[in-house]
């Protein structure tokens, strides 16, 4: 490990951190040395990982929700006293539906939790990331922030979005020693990739199995991606190493881009 690498003692919040890639990061910034402080709207959840955890500060929070977001920022503020790392990684998968069969509703919720949450995050987060001295952001977006994909306008939409967020605050934080990059994980094995092919499956009336292999077939790899892969990006991004590394929407994909 490079000496750059040392993130102990760096103050962290995760949106979504109870469970899936938050988890997973979760894990990896507390064997760094951090504090870490996660919020989900699963607090059932939350207990649980706070029983395993006990040095993990937690909170529920819904990031669609301004007066929700406000609180966690309070909570962060007193409990924390400080942030050096904000990683946005609150999303749905939003429906898996033909364009014209989507619903208002649907679309809204998507776009609700996958970018105007960021956005809500963002804001309370950069005062206290001007404060620190080397502020980092971390979005998450996806590969359908790079593609599209039929009966995924919405979410593909919506990580589209992060990226162009990404990058224009890294240009207006960037004046203030802040970096912000987002990370495009690809498919990553586990339950919530595994819905979305089998809602995808039903929807093109193709088995599971076979659009399974499809989806690993797209990676140079011939395998998803791991959700500690994408944990390590985020671990790298954040720390020393990636000093010079900002306005980047960074691929985690086993090189699926090439093969679509």
């Known amino acids: 490990m490079f000496d750059d690498v040392s993130m102990k003692g760096k103050k962290v919040l995760i949106t979504a951190g109870a469970s899936g890639l938050g988890l997973e990061m979760l894990k990896s910034f507390l064997g760094a040395g951090c504090e870490v402080f996660i919020c989900d709207i699963d607090e059932k959840q939350l207990g649980i990982v ?22 966690l920022f309070q909570q962060v503020s007193t409990r924390l006293g400080g942030l050096d790392v904000l990683i946005n990684n609150a999303g749905i998968a939003g429906p898996t539906a033909y364009i014209e ?5 649907d679309w809204d919720r998507t776009l609700d939790i996958n970018i105007t949450g960021q956005f809500l995050c963002a804001r309370l987060a ?20 790079h593609l599209g994909y039929a ?3 919405p979410y593909s939409a919506s990580k589209w979005a992060v990226i162009g967020f990404t990058k224009s605050l890294a240009i207006e934080l960037g004046q203030f020693g802040i970096r912000v990059n987002a990370i495009l994980p690809g498919a990553v094995e586990g339950p919530r990739v595994q819905a979305v092919i089998a ?3 039903k929807t093109m009336g193709v088995p599971v199995d076979e659009l399974t292999k499809t989806y690993e077939s797209r990676s140079s790899l011939g395998r998803m991606v791991t959700a500690k892969d994408i944990a390590n990006m985020a671990l790298f991004t954040a720390s020393g190493a990636a000093n ?6 960074l691929v985690v994909d086993g090189n699926m881009q090439s093969l679509v």
């Open 101 to 105: 069969s989507v619903t208002k509703a």
């Open 151 to 153: 009966g995924r306008a």
């Open 50 to 71: 706070q029983a395993e955890f006990p040095t993990v500060h937690t909170a529920v929070s819904d990031v669609s929700d301004e007066a929700s977001v406000s609180d």
């Open 126 to 145: 950069i005062p206290m990331l001007k404060a620190s001295d080397a502020g980092v952001m971390i979005n998450m977006s996806s590969v359908a922030g």
């Open 244 to 249: 010079s590394v900002t306005g980047q929407a």
């Open 199 to 201: 809602a995808k499956a």
